[in-house]
């Protein structure tokens, strides 16, 4: 059992998780350029661990749940650590972690109630996860390289993020409903 869970993709994965401590700190020292560089080591390595998991067929379970929860935890935490530096607008850090405890809790209750559910992602909740990254990378990138730009992408992209993240949870909230009607 120890081999498939140490797989090269997996180990890639725990990488990904070691990155997010540095990354915060580096965000509170206002060492932005290094952040940038930390978000882009953990893109790459996340893209490079799904690739590896289907090439050399290791994909294991521990995978499967651990790969999304270091993405999660590193984008929450992007969003709290750039809020909390006035980066990233307050309101919309709430929005973000709202739709996410609300996504949580509707998965926990129901696997609690009815058991295992699949709900894979939507193509609305993969757009906002998309957008969500870009304006941590716009942000980031903003204060690394100072264009004006960049500064008008962030604008845009937070009212992007915000609608992306309220439709998306609504879309979620609807389809789970549908779903438990006809399975319940």
């Known amino acids: 059992m120890a081999p498939r869970v ?3 993709p997996n180990q890639l994965t725990f990488l990904r998780l070691g990155f997010l401590p540095f990354f915060i700190v580096l965000i509170f020292y206002e060492q932005y350029a290094w952040a940038l560089l930390i978000l882009l080591l953990a893109a790459a390595t996340d893209g490079m661990d799904g690739l590896l998991a289907r090439s050399l067929n290791q994909k294991t379970a521990l995978g499967a749940y651990l790969d999304p929860i270091a993405d999660k935890l590193l984008l ?4 709290v650590v750039l809020a909390l530096e006035g980066r990233i607008p307050r309101w919309l850090t709430i929005l973000v972690l709202g739709r996410d405890v609300l996504i949580l809790t509707t998965a926990t209750v129901i696997l609690l109630v009815s058991g295992y559910r ?3 992602p939507s193509i609305y909740g993969k757009i906002t996860t998309g957008t969500q990254i870009l304006l941590v990378f716009v942000v980031l990138s903003a204060e690394v390289f100072q264009l004006p730009v960049l500064e008008v992408s962030r604008q ?10 309220v439709f998306s949870g609504f879309h979620y909230s609807v389809v789970v409903a549908r779903r438990l009607h006809h399975h319940g």
């Open 118 to 120: 699949h709900f894979p």
């Open 76 to 79: 929450s935490s992007s969003f």
């Open 6 to 8: 140490f797989t090269v």
């Open 156 to 165: 845009l992209l937070t009212y992007a993020v915000a609608g992306f993240t």
